[in-house]
């Protein structure tokens, strides 16, 4: 069966995610999902073991924290976290992201806690 | 071995090219490569046959022609063709945009002609 081909506007979608930490999907391609999210605060020290993971910035600045460093994107900027990379994403003001991950990504990586949400179309 | 690890900026790799219809990797996650393009004017029918794409316009309109109907594509809105869908893009004035497409994928499609380029790293 054809999927629906559309367009999506990511400003328009944004609007209607309220909770922080909690991706929303918005697209599929192959084995891959475009997430939107919003983001302020800081997340927890994960990684993913056989994912990478990409953060496209669409508004404010986030910070990616490495053991070794920060990583600061600025809108209109992304970073790829190669698998198995430990990192702790932090927005000290709300940031809006756009991900790309494998559809068989858990955000809180190998662990699963409180902070762990499944994934939700929008 | 680790990749590097870096915050890539889509207007400053943008300057970088100048050719129209000539992606340029700019990153890669998983099976996927990130690209850049400036498109203007027709780009030919094609289809990809086992591969999804993705269209995300970062500046300008582009319009990608479907068999039964036009998809119009503004700044921050994104489109993926599902694979098999007969495409040609078209951009009347010059559009810059960030594809997301498997590796294996030729910007053609399933034929091979002098708009065949090769993915190349900027």
């Given amino acids: 069966m054809e999927k629906a081909i559309h367009e999506v506007n990511l400003a328009n979608k944004l609007d209607l995610i309220q909770e922080h930490w909690s991706p929303k999907i918005v697209g599929e391609l192959n ?6 999210a919003k983001l302020k605060g800081e997340f927890i020290w ?3 073991e056989s994912e990478d993971e990409l953060f496209l910035v669409i508004k404010g600045v986030l910070v990616i924290k490495l053991r070794d460093r920060d990583l600061v994107i600025g809108e209109g900027e992304f970073a790829i976290i190669p698998k198995g990379v430990e990192d702790c994403p932090f927005a000290e003001d709300e940031v809006h992201v756009m991900l790309l991950e494998p559809k068989s990504t858990v955000n809180t990586g190998e662990v699963q ?4 949400v499944a994934g939700q179309w929008i």
Avoid: M, P
């Fill in 31 to 36: 084995d891959t999902y475009v997430k939107l």
């Fill in 46 to 48: 994960h990684h993913h």
């Fill in 113 to 116: 806690n409180e902070r762990t």
